[in-house]
Structure formats: structure tokens, C-alpha cells
């Protein structure tokens, strides 16, 4: 069976602005404030045609407190996917304290995927923006990249790379594999 090299992202911080409020990252619970970084579909692009399989693993908990519409959420998800090509969207709607498997820092959506696509997650990257991505990522084997988005909150996971844009770690990516990438 062929194992396919995957990217794991997180959405909020990585490929879209998120809301910051006192220091800290949000998502965003309308369409109006729903805004892709510049830089990511470039970045994102530049992965896919580099052979990875693109994955997007987001905690949405604000779709289980009632705050956000799931259908919302799936209308920012097609933005993302006209956007870029992304080749899977998971999506843990769970509240922090319903303890389940799928929410970050825990690996589940992360085994979804790798089940889904074949996916080798010790040939896989995850690019995240807050320390359950990258502990989620590192309990699955996978190469980290954190964005320091400069929130306040501690990063208690330590990542392989530091980066401050998802184009700089795909850059980054890019470089570990021999590639030098084009300039945005």
C-alpha cells in the first residue's frame, strides 16, 4: 500500500485571520469576518504541487457553545477550498469539556485522515498556531512548524520549526525536501 506525505494545518491563525481579543486568537463566527491570509493559497499551492496531500484538522468549538452555525462553518470551508486545494477538511464541532478524541490536542482527526488518505504522518508535516496543534502533530509523528502569532498564551509544546506565516513555514517545508521556493 503506498503511503502518501501529508500537510496537517490548522485554519484560525494559519490560513485565515483569526479574531484577537485580549492577546488571543478567536475564530472568526460570521462569513463577514472570515478573511485567508494573502500568503496561503500560494503557500498551500506550493505544497500540493511539491506531492503532499493537503489536510485541514480545526477545533470549532464554538459550533458546540452555539456561537456559530455548523452551515456557516461549512460556507468558510468552501471559501478555503475555492481558494486553495485543499484535499480534506476535519472538523471537531465539540466543546472543550466534551473530551472527545477528535479535539486537539488529542490525534483524532489527524488517524481520520491518515485512515481516509494513506497518509505516512513521520513523512507528514502539521503547521499550527497554539500548542495543541503541535502536540497533536508530535503524538502523531509528524514534522511541527508553529506560527508565533504572538498570542497570550504559553507554548508548552516544543516544535521543530518556528515560522511567522504559513508561507514561510511551506518555504521552510520546501527547503527540508531540496525545493527552493519561488518568491511570493
Known amino acids: 500500500m503506498i503511503h502518501h506525505r501529508a500537510i496537517f494545518l490548522d485554519r484560525d491563525g494559519v490560513l485565515n485571520r483569526p479574531l484577537i481579543q485580549n492577546q488571543k486568537g478567536y475564530a472568526p463566527r460570521t462569513l463577514a469576518d472570515f478573511s485567508i491570509y494573502r500568503e496561503a493559497p500560494a503557500a498551500i499551492a506550493m505544497l500540493k504541487e511539491a506531492g503532499f496531500i493537503i489536510v485541514v484538522v480545526t477545533n470549532q468549538p464554538d459550533i458546540g457553545h452555539g456561537l456559530v ?39 483524532g482527526m489527524i488517524e481520520e485522515a491518515m485512515r481516509r488518505f494513506a497518509i505516512d504522518t513521520t513523512k507528514s508535516f502539521l503547521i499550527g498556531d497554539r500548542s495543541s496543534d503541535i502536540a497533536a502533530g508530535q503524538v502523531m509523528g509528524c514534522t511541527t512548524v508553529f506560527i508565533d502569532r504572538h498570542y497570550r498564551e504559553p507554548l508548552t509544546a516544543v516544535p521543530d520549526w518556528q515560522a511567522s506565516s504559513v508561507w514561510e513555514a511551506a518555504e521552510w517545508i520546501m527547503r527540508r525536501l531540496g525545493d527552493v521556493p519561488k518568491s511570493l
Do not use: T, W, Y
Open 69 to 107: 452555525a455548523a452551515s456557516d462553518v461549512a460556507l468558510m470551508h468552501q471559501q478555503l477550498q475555492a481558494a486553495m486545494p485543499i484535499d480534506g477538511i476535519f472538523v471537531c464541532p465539540h466543546r472543550q469539556d466534551e473530551g472527545c478524541r477528535c479535539r486537539k490536542p488529542r490525534p
